[in-house]
């Protein structure tokens, strides 16, 4: 083999080293990332499936109900349009209260229940994940024009 063509193979070893490497980066990346979708998103079918991913919203007055082994906890997440039913097994935050912002990360299973492996609360009176809030924003306005909007609870004029 010519020096030159020795040049040529570490040049090509070195490109095939890179590109694998790169692969892997990409490959990781894409393992962790996970997306945040609404309700609304989730019950139109643009969730995937089988992924990991975070849902947002309010949880819903009246709806959570724990399970005799003091761990699991269920809970409907709502974006004011549509509801999504969630289950978590742990202990939640002590920020967590029904009527208030929480995003959960989970899968979703095949009977349409959210099961949350996470579940994230806000934290102060003024703060809401934009993701959530903007979220409840588009979902009021894309309400007012649908005839399935949820009506609030008893006693509540609003989210």
Same mark, same amino acid.
């Given at each position: ?12 070893l070195?490109?095939? +080293?890179?590109g *694998?490497?790169a692969?892997l980066? $990409?490959? !990781?990346?894409?393992?962790n990332l ?6 609304t998103? *989730?019950a139109?079918?643009e !969730?995937?499936k ?7 919203? $309010?949880?819903?007055?009246?709806t ?15 974006d004011?349009v549509?509801? *999504? =039913?969630?289950? @978590?097994?742990?202990?939640? =935050?002590? $920020? ?5 912002g929480a995003?959960?990360?989970?899968q ?6 959210? *099961? +949350?492996?996470?579940? $994230?609360?806000?934290?102060d009176e003024? @703060?809401?994940?934009?993701e959530a809030?903007? !979220? ?7 309400? !007012?024009?649908?005839?399935n909007?949820?009506?609030? +609870?008893?006693?509540?004029?609003? =989210?």
């Open positions: 083999m010519t020096p030159r063509h020795k040049r040529f193979a570490m040049i090509g070195g490109l095939v +080293a890179l *694998i490497a692969a980066v $990409l490959n !990781a990346f894409n393992s996970v997306f945040f979708f609404t309700p998103q *989730i139109n079918g !969730a995937p089988g992924r990991s991913f975070r849902i947002g919203g $309010l949880v819903e007055a009246g959570l109900t724990r399970e005799g082994d003091g761990l699991t906890v269920h809970f409907i997440v709502t004011t549509k509801r *999504i =039913p969630v289950t @978590y097994k742990g202990i939640l =935050p002590d $920020l967590f209260k029904e009527g208030k995003v959960a990360q989970g979703l299973s095949t009977d349409g229940t959210f *099961i +949350a492996s996470e579940v $994230l609360a806000k934290h003024n @703060y809401m994940p934009p809030a903007e !979220a409840i924003e588009k979902a009021k306005k894309a309400g !007012a024009q649908s005839s909007t949820l009506t609030p +609870a008893p006693g509540r004029t609003g =989210p």
